[in-house]
T-cell receptor, first 110, second 116 residues
Framework: QKEVEQNSGPLSVPEGAIASLNCTYS??????FFWYRQYSGKSPELIMS????GDKEDGRFTAQLNKASQYVSLLIRDSQPSDSATYLC??????????FGAGTQVVVTP | NAGVTQTPKFRILKIGQSMTLQCTQD?????MYWYRQDPGMGLKLIYYSVGAGITDKGEVPNGYNVSRSTTEDFPLRLELAAPSQTSVYFC???????????????FGEGSWLTVV
């Protein structure tokens, strides 16, 4: 059974600080990894995709991938109240099927 | 451009009733998916389709059926509803499988189903 694991949180982060989210996956053959943001009552929204080892930056978001250690992380710099949401890690398998982690709730406190 | 449209948005079913969740996309996407999300959990794949006439089971298919008679539509049928099927259902679609810029998986807004 392929698994994607995330810390459940909630992760409380002061406004302006860095939020660090981690995700591990069990399928060593996985090649495509995604971070989704989900506000309460809404559908998941793609914020980052990463396919190669190393860092990928997009605005205040940085995704990090280490295939040897089978983990993916997401850093949110200068956290804002609007970043308060649940962040879902997803790994793409065959036929585009996504395997999701349970999500990490982030709460940005003023 | 409507994207992925799901109906109904909210529905209450009684135990043993049946219903169909509708999903339509207007982007000519080949690949379509149904996920369910229970409270505090990630999404789990119910069924998927790689094109009209072709469907297959995902991780949690029991109690559900699908069909894909056209490229645009991918309805999810719940037979003999049970309280365990109380969940939020998301339909999703993508054009291709490649990891190319712009080849995003699009999600519908979700359908909230309660079985009582």
């Amino acid at each position: 059974q392929k698994e994607v694991e995330q810390n459940s949180g909630p992760l409380s982060v002061p406004e302006g600080a860095i939020a660090s989210l981690n995700c591990t996956y069990s399928d060593r053959g996985s090649q495509s990894f995604f971070w989704y943001r989900q506000y309460s009552g809404k559908s998941p929204e793609l914020i980052m995709s990463i396919y190669s080892n190393g860092d990928k930056e997009d605005g205040r978001f940085t995704a990090q991938l280490n295939k040897a250690s089978q983990y993916v992380s997401l850093l949110i710099r200068d956290s804002q109240p609007s970043d308060s949401a649940t962040y879902l890690c997803a790994v793409k398998g065959d036929w585009g099927k996504l395997q999701f982690g349970a999500g990490t709730q982030v709460v940005v406190t003023p | 451009n409507a994207g992925v449209t799901q109906t109904p948005k909210f529905r209450i079913l009684k135990i043993g009733q049946s219903m169909t969740l509708q999903c339509t996309q207007d982007m000519n996407h080949n690949y379509m998916y149904w996920y369910r999300q229970d409270p505090g959990m990630g999404l789990k794949l119910i069924y998927y389709s790689v094109g009209a006439g072709i469907t297959d089971k995902g991780e949690v298919p029991n109690g559900y059926n699908v069909s894909r008679s056209t490229t645009e539509d991918f309805p999810l049928r719940l037979e003999l509803a049970a309280p365990s099927q109380t969940s939020v259902y998301f339909c999703a679609s993508s054009y291709s499988l490649g990891d190319l810029p712009g080849n995003t998986i699009y999600f519908g807004e979700g359908s909230w189903l309660t079985v009582v």
